[in-house]
């Protein structure tokens, strides 16, 4: 299978509302190019510096995602063209994206990324700390950033069932919290193998890998 056929048979088999994330982390720019050549303009990355390299090297209509674990005293080598970062696990995090936005005059869209999975390894805040973070008087002095929504990540298991709770939390955590804040419009969760459960479940945005340029390879 081609990635132009992959993409394509994805995008028909999921509504329009739902936005899809190319996740083309590993993968060499001719591929994300091939992607791109088929209409995909929304691309994501769990690296900075990565990011950073395909950004350089491909058209300037692309919208860089960051899905991975940012550290923070990297945030300013994306600061200048990156859309949304997924993975907001602090406020001391958000702080770091806010001032480095300002230098460059942007506003950044963020997710916060909320911890649904029954696994240690994983990041996220808890529903509380994010309720919390959201009503605080630091939180609305921060004018470099918009958070636009809630990112998940389930756990890494064949129970669908399991999965199926872990994205039904998500998706109440993200009711709850649209009280306090109405922009939290964004729910991103699902990947290659658990989308269209996902979407069931509610999310508006799908960062899908493997199914789209195929298995990756680490070991190099
Ligand atoms: C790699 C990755 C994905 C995509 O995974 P696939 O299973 O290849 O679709 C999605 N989200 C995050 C945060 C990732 O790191």
Redesign the pocket.
């Known amino acids: 299978m081609s990635i132009s056929k992959n993409l394509r048979s994805i995008k028909s088999s999921i509504p329009e509302n739902v936005t899809l994330v190319a996740?083309s982390?590993t993968k060499p720019v001719s591929d994300l190019m091939e992607a791109y050549n088929a209409g995909q303009r929304i691309f994501?990355e769990?690296k900075i510096q990565e990011m950073v390299e395909k950004h350089e090297q491909m058209p300037k209509d692309i919208q860089w995602h960051m899905?991975?674990h940012v550290q923070r005293n990297k945030v300013k080598y994306m600061a200048e063209f990156v859309n949304l970062i997924?993975?907001v696990d602090s406020f001391k995090l958000l702080k770091e994206i806010n001032k480095q936005a300002k230098k460059h005059d942007r506003i950044i869209n963020c997710l916060l990324q909320i911890k649904i999975a029954d696994e240690e390894s994983k990041f996220g805040m808890s529903a509380d700390e994010a309720s919390t973070l959201l009503q605080s008087d630091e939180f609305s002095e921060l004018k470099n950033i918009h958070v636009v929504g809630l990112m998940g990540?389930a756990t890494f298991t064949s129970n669908m069932k399991q999965v199926k709770n872990e994205f039904d939390y998500l998706r109440s955590t993200s009711e709850k919290l649209k009280t306090l804040n109405p922009n939290l419009l964004t729910i991103s969760m699902g990947?290659?193998?658990d989308y269209q459960l996902a979407i069931e479940c509610g999310s508006t945005m799908i960062?899908?890998?493997?199914?789209i340029f195929g298995a990756?390879n680490y070991t190099n």
Request: aromatic share 0%; proline share 0%.
């Open positions: 996740v982390k994501g769990n899905i991975g997924h993975g990540m990947m290659s193998g960062r899908v890998g493997s199914s990756r």
